[in-house]
Every structure is written in C-alpha cells, then in structure tokens.
C-alpha cells in the first residue's frame, strides 16, 4: 500500500477523520497528504521539537504551556508523549502519531468523538510498527 493510500483509505477513508498527512519522522519529508491539508515547515518542525522535548523539571514539555499549529489552526495540547501528541480546538482536534519511520497527522471535525479518531490513528501507528516503521 502506497502511503497516499493510507492517508486516503486507512485515515481519511474511516469517516472518523476529514484531513490527514504522513511525514518522515524528522518532519523534513511529506509522503502523502490530502488535498488542501498544507503544514508547514515550521508547524513540522515544532512537532519533531516537542517529541524530542523531555520537559522541564516538573516533566511538561513546552507544547503542554504554549500548545501548537497545524495548517495555521492552534491546537491546546491534551496529551503530549514520545508516541503521541494529541491536540483540541473547540470540539475538532489534531491527532500526531510518532512510529519509527513517520509521523501520522490527523484532524478530526466537530462531528466525531475523539476516542474513535485518536483509535484509528493508533490502530495505523501499531500497524506501521509492527511491520518495521
């Protein structure tokens, strides 16, 4: 499966998410994108940055106390690992999912829950894993 497939079949394609991108896991590559999904440099870069964030001495990272932007949207950070980073603006939230190899970006509307979107992104991260990215 190309990884445009599955930005469009195992994301998008669920129902439970309306925009989705794969980055290389330095965030210096897209490798697939939906359409009119654009991050740029600089949002990429401060994701990478807050996956490398080890937190100050109380354990939260930078991007738990200024939050993020994903295709010039700010995201309040709800969860912030060395796995996953979760994100919420009003009712529609942001998805980051860190493997091996990629990072997984996904933005869920309104009209979804965000278990059911963080899962389906989680379930994809396992998946790549599993099969060695």
Known sequence: MSWQEYVDSSLVGTGNLDKAAIFNSEGTSVWASSPGFTISPAEIKAVVAAYKDKGDASGVKAV????????????????????????????????????????????????????????VVEQLGDYLIGVGY
Do not use: W
């Open 64 to 119: 738990q106390a200024n939050g993020f932007h994903i295709a010039g949207e700010r995201f309040v950070a709800l969860k912030a690992d060395e796995r996953s980073l979760y994100g919420k603006k009003g009712k529609e939230g942001i998805v980051i999912v860190k493997t091996n190899q990629a990072i997984l970006l996904a933005h869920y509307p309104e009209s979804v829950a965000a278990g059911v979107a963080t899962n």
